[in-house]
């Protein structure tokens, strides 16, 4: 199961990537293996040495009891703090976004791909819609020879 931010790569130039542990509960894991995670409107901020995911969605567990979770909790992610340190760097001095492109298990363990990401325009916006319809005609001409 994998739960993918689409909008990412629409409103971002991703630079780079990571991958990164989340601290959960058990409801929230039960979510996940679902499919009932939203990945939309989040983003991580460094804060103390310590990176936070905001504004993710994890739907309540049909079958949890008083024991389920906050749909919108900040959930800590586990990364080296060498990786911290270069993220909140360039976050602080650059400008860059860290932005979540999608979550995923390894092992039975749910990890999620972050991405340091910088802002796109709306002419950039647009010149990716183009290459995207010119993409799937090339495709789409080729199918048919």
Same mark, same amino acid.
């Given at each position: 199961?994998?739960?993918?931010?689409?909008?990412?790569?629409?409103?971002?130039?991703?630079?780079?990537?990571?991958?990164?542990?989340?601290?959960?509960?058990?409801?929230?894991?039960?979510?996940?293996?679902?499919?009932?995670?939203? %990945? =939309?409107?989040?983003? !991580?901020?460094? +804060?103390?040495?310590?990176?936070?995911? /905001?504004?993710?969605?994890?739907?309540? $567990? &049909?079958?949890?009891?008083?024991?389920?979770?906050?749909?919108?909790?900040?959930?800590?992610?586990?990364?080296?703090?060498?990786?911290?340190?270069?993220?909140?760097?360039?976050?602080?001095?650059?400008?860059?976004?860290?932005?979540? %492109? =999608?979550?995923?298990? !390894?092992?039975? +363990?749910?990890?999620?791909?972050?991405? /340091?990401?910088?802002?796109?325009?709306? $002419? &950039?916006?647009?010149?990716?819609?183009?290459?995207?319809?010119?993409?799937?005609?090339?495709?789409?001409?080729?199918?048919?020879?």
């Amino acid at each position: 199961m994998e739960i993918l931010n689409r909008q990412a790569t629409y409103n971002y130039f991703v630079e780079s990537t990571y991958e990164a542990g989340l601290v959960l509960t058990g409801t929230e894991i039960k979510s996940i293996r679902n499919g009932k995670c939203n %990945l =939309k409107d989040s983003y !991580v901020i460094i +804060k103390n040495n310590e990176a936070y995911l /905001l504004n993710t969605h994890i739907a309540l $567990y &049909d079958k949890g009891n008083i024991f389920n979770h906050d749909e919108k909790r900040t959930r800590k992610l586990l990364l080296h703090k060498k990786e911290i340190l270069k993220l909140g760097d360039k976050v602080n001095t650059q400008g860059y976004t860290i932005i979540p %492109l =999608k979550i995923y298990f !390894v092992n039975g +363990k749910a990890k999620i791909l972050i991405g /340091l990401c910088k802002g796109k325009k709306n $002419y &950039d916006k647009k010149e990716t819609l183009k290459e995207r319809d010119i993409l799937r005609e090339i495709n789409k001409s080729n199918k048919f020879r």
